[in-house]
T-cell receptor
Framework: EADIYQTPRYLVIGTGKKITLECSQT?????MYWYQQDPGMELHLIHY???????EKGDLSSESTVSRIRTEHFPLTLESARPSHTSQYLC?????????????FGEGSWLTVV | SQQGEEDPQALSIQEGENATMNCSYK?????LQWYRQNSGRGLVHLIL?????REKHSGRLRVTLDTSKKSSSLLITASRAADTASYFC??????????FGKGTRLSVIA
């Protein structure tokens, strides 16, 4: 079992609200990622970080922002949620020391914007 | 993008049969990985095969890699209802994030 946690697991919010999805890992991993996935569809990388104070945008344009102030914490924020943001958000991490480049995923956060 | 493409998109088999899923990619890789996702959950790593390997086994899983054809296959032998899930390949080409394919949805009917 991977020690990576996401909260909330499920959230329904109104349009225009600000929301932060939390992600924490206790493995000391340097690299962390956020993927967006619609049900039954492919994963899209929206943000990643290779260490504290390092953040990059992924392949899919996203109106969300991330921060990496602590190694173990990588929150994702939507300043003004819209129905188009309804999706599952998956957080993941990987150790620099893992030559196999295995990624460990959290259980996901299901966001519904009404 | 060197996104992997799984084939077929969906597969339905009877319990006890073998399930084969394929993955194609576009550029050179260091390794290729397969992940499993149960409905509504995160992905779980199954197996990794390096670019200098041609075949790898793990329990009922068998993975092959053909770098000349830029393709990989995942074979699940003697499938069980509990194998029902989506299976994704992911390619690694160095110090960049893994890129996942679109996945194969496997249904194993008891």
């Amino acid at each position: 079992e991977a020690d990576i946690y996401q909260t909330p697991r499920y959230l329904v919010i109104g349009t225009g609200k600000k929301i932060t999805l939390e992600c924490s890992q206790t493995m000391g991993h340097d690299k962390m990622y956020w993927y967006q996935q619609d049900p039954g569809m492919e994963l899209h990388l929206i943000h990643y970080s290779y260490g504290v104070n390092s953040t990059e945008k992924g392949d899919l344009s996203s109106e969300s922002t991330v921060s990496r102030i602590r190694t173990e914490h990588f929150p994702l924020t939507l300043e003004s949620a819209r129905p188009s943001h309804t999706s599952q958000y998956l957080c993941a991490s990987r150790s620099n020391a893992d030559r196999g480049n295995t990624i460990y995923f959290g259980e996901g956060s299901w966001l519904t914007v009404v | 993008s060197q996104q992997g493409e799984e084939d077929p998109q969906a597969l339905s088999i009877q319990e006890g049969e073998n399930a084969t899923m394929n993955c194609s990619y576009k550029t050179s890789i260091n390794n290729l990985q397969w992940y499993r996702q149960n409905s509504g959950r995160g992905l779980v790593h199954l197996i990794l095969i390096r670019s200098n390997e041609r075949e790898k086994h793990s329990g009922r899983l068998r993975v092959t890699l053909d770098t000349s054809k830029k393709s990989s296959s995942l074979l699940i032998t003697a499938s069980r209802a509990a194998d029902t899930a989506s299976y994704f390949c992911a390619t690694d080409s160095g110090n960049t994030p893994l890129v996942f394919g679109k996945g194969t949805r496997l249904s194993v009917i008891a």
